[in-house]
């Protein structure tokens, strides 16, 4: 099972650095602090690792795709937290990735207002997460982090 983990967590950490839209050499100085602030809300799963991304808040608005994998007789659960910016970064997770049709939403964190979401995966399979950024809302561009922390049963 740790191997599988590893394994998701390498795919995962890739698919995050070449998705992402804002600045790849930034770096999220407050990754640990939030990481050791949301951890307790990972129980009763097990902290297994977590990815990030910087958040670059300008003039306009933006979408970073991420892709999850929930292997198959494993239960995960996903916390995303965020540094403590002002803007509203909406968290919308897909059955299925943006060519296709048919997909569905499965999450939507626009219905709660808070620093932390949490997310169980129903079954196995791929997730397509979108973080929507907004402007910024001093109108001076900036960074900031948004952390994923992963966790299993």
């Known amino acids: 099972m740790k ?3 590893l394994l998701y967590l390498v795919v995962l950490s890739a698919l995050i650095s070449l998705t992402a839209t804002s600045d790849l050499f930034a770096q999220c100085k407050e990754k640990k602090a939030i990481t050791k602030t949301c951890k ?5 799963f097990h902290y297994d ?6 958040i670059q808040f300008d003039e306009k608005p933006k979408v970073i795709d991420v892709e999850f994998t929930a292997f198959a007789g494993e239960k995960y659960k996903l ?11 909406v968290i919308k997770i897909y059955d299925k990735n943006k060519r296709n049709k048919n997909r569905k939403i499965v999450y939507d964190s626009s219905t ?8 169980e995966p129903p079954r196995s399979g791929n997730y397509f997460i979108e973080y929507e950024v907004p402007v910024s809302s001093t109108g001076v561009k900036k960074n900031e982090c948004m952390v994923l922390l992963i966790g299993y049963k």
């Open 3 to 5: 191997k599988l983990n």
């Open 40 to 44: 307790p809300q990972m129980k009763p």
């Open 49 to 54: 690792g977590m990815a990030y991304n910087d």
């Open 79 to 89: 916390l995303f937290c965020k540094s403590n910016f002002k803007e509203n970064v």
């Open 112 to 119: 709660v207002e808070t620093n932390i979401w949490g997310f």
